[in-house]
């Protein structure tokens, strides 16, 4: 064989850092995610497929609560733990060699106040969001404006239909903003990372692709069945499009060598993808009107004293049934050798209660998690929950509360995501208090609300024969030390309910 033609194998040696999250992290990272309705039919149905988890209404009068002039520190504790009635067993009286190192919890509500619904009007616009987002982002300002700009490019879908070439021509002679397309390539790279998945992408296929790599980088999909759906999954969307769209499932199932039945399975995966994230930036924020439960119930006083506790609605305590644990430990200390049916079932059962107490175990560091990271989040902003006042909203981003909670980034999103507060009778998204800013000249922090009050002082001010256009207000705020480009300028006053520079002109 001529020596070019010779193959040679070679070793590579490389490093990579990896995270295994054990099962109780990440079952308590996907509860964590859920708010107080979801968790409710969650444990239901978890008491529904294990037979050793048992559930019962918690007693009215449980609460727990942290109330103090500074935010308390300390661990909130079920106040009903270890007052356990026939049938229920908790973690300090049963402990065997089946389960030596495990103990076998009880798990409580934080609160007995009954879930509270409440309509919340006048939610923020879909693209007020992902201006929100901005903040989990460290970002130039250049970097800044050219994301900002891409989020009010969206189509109604939520796509750059445009080429990236294009709109830096537009934002050069239009707004004498320059950029080039590889720069716009990077700030499209960081709005696709927004919430919901998919948006931003520039056509369908990036949209279906973009969602699967968020499913599949998700911890809780790193393994299983549901992995495999959405690598092959991706696999279809990545290299036979065409053939997914025109639904060729028997050329499909050739090319990628999976049976028909099991491209079924994969195809009902991809239907649950959503073709248009961003459907909602057609609907108007005052029209959309939703039924929120309050996560958090905080009061104050007028000693300056603020409390915090979880609000968990019907959520029931859950306990391991205790004729389960008893049969199991009579078969574990008896002599005899166990029959295959007898052994079958120390097997099953023991599974169960294994599960049955992951989930309880899970429940509870879940509670913990958001009662701790509530607590952060009041510390930081206390000065507002005492007067309710936006003006006293603190700059706020993710990693403050994280650095003060104790907790990694991501966790603090995931509790900031769909979870509400209830202040003194009031709701409040979570997201509310990570509070939004801008850069002045000085590079001082100036919030969104300051901005907005800024422009309807001067369009107040202006004279009505020749009223100020929005590259007008722009420049203004400028000369303010406040640099916000014209289409955001169009945006707030639009926000505020505010005609444009024709419909103001007085005749």
């Known amino acids: 064989m001529h020596p070019i033609m ?15 999250l054990s099962p109780l992290q990440l079952m308590t990272t996907k509860l964590l995610e859920l708010p107080i309705v979801e968790l409710e039919q969650r444990v239901k149905d978890e008491a529904i497929d294990n037979v050793t988890l048992e559930t019962e209404k918690a007693p009215d ?12 520190d300390k661990e909130d504790t079920p106040d009903n733990e270890g007052e356990m009635e026939d049938g229920q067993e908790s973690a300090s009286d049963y402990n065997d060699d089946m389960f030596e190192s495990d103990d076998l919890p009880v798990a409580g509500r934080y609160s007995g106040e009954e879930r509270q619904e409440m309509p919340i009007g006048d939610t923020v616009s879909f693209v ?3 201006m929100e987002q901005l903040i989990d982002f460290d970002l130039t300002a250049h970097q800044r404006t050219l994301v900002e700009y891409l989020i009010n490019s969206l189509n109604d879908n939520g796509f750059i239909d445009v080429p990236l070439h294009k709109i830096a021509d537009e934002m050069l002679f239009q707004h004498n903003i320059e950029t080039d397309e590889e720069e716009l390539k990077e700030a499209l790279g960081v ?8 948006i931003g992408a520039r056509d369908t296929r990036e949209c279906l692709l973009l969602q699967i790599d ?13 992995y495999f759906l959405l690598e092959e999954g991706r696999r279809i969307i990545d290299e036979h499009y065409d053939l997914f769209v025109n639904n060729n499932t028997e050329k499909l199932s050739r090319l990628m060598g999976i049976s028909p039945t099991k491209l079924k399975v994969v195809f009902d995966e991809l239907k649950k993808l959503n073709l248009h994230p961003g459907l909602a930036l057609t609907e108007s924020a005052k029209d959309r009107v939703s039924s ?8 104050t006083d007028e000693n300056g004293q603020v409390s915090c506790r979880l609000n968990n609605g019907e959520l029931p305590v859950m306990h391991i049934n205790k004729e389960y644990l008893n049969q199991l430990k009579a078969y574990e200390k008896t002599e005899r050798k166990l029959s295959r049916s007898e052994q079958d079932f120390v097997t099953y059962t023991r599974g169960k ?6 989930f309880i175990d899970a429940v509870r560091q879940r509670n913990e998690t958001l009662i701790k990271t509530m607590r952060a989040i009041i510390k930081l902003q206390k000065l507002f929950f005492l007067t309710q006042d936006t003006d006293d909203l603190k700059p706020l981003i993710l990693k403050d509360v994280a650095e003060e909670a104790g907790y990694d980034i991501s966790t603090v999103s995931r509790v900031r995501n769909s979870k509400y507060c209830m202040v003194d009778g009031r709701i409040y998204p979570l997201s509310f208090f990570f509070k939004h800013t801008r850069s002045n000249a000085q590079g001082e922090t100036v919030d969104a609300d300051k901005a907005k009050e800024m422009i309807r ?21 400028a000369h303010q030390g406040l640099n916000i480009k014209r289409r955001t300028v169009a945006k707030y006053r639009d926000e505020m309910g505010i005609p444009p520079v024709q419909k103001r002109l007085s005749t």
């Open 6 to 20: 010779q193959q040679r194998q070679y070793q590579v040696q490389t490093e990579a850092q990896l995270l295994k």
């Open 61 to 72: 009068n449980e609460e727990t609560s942290d109330t103090e002039g500074e935010v308390n």
């Open 128 to 130: 007020d969001s992902l």
């Open 191 to 198: 709005l696709q990372q927004f919430d919901p998945a998919g």
């Open 214 to 226: 968020r499913r599949m980088n998700d911890k809780e999909h790193l393994l299983g069945e549901k």
């Open 292 to 299: 929120a439960v309050p996560d958090f119930i905080v009061e």
């Open 353 to 358: 209660v294994e599960a049955a107490k992951l």
């Open 457 to 477: 002082q001067m369009i107040e001010g202006e004279d009505k024969r020749t009223p100020l256009s929005d590259s007008q207000l722009s420049e203004m705020l």
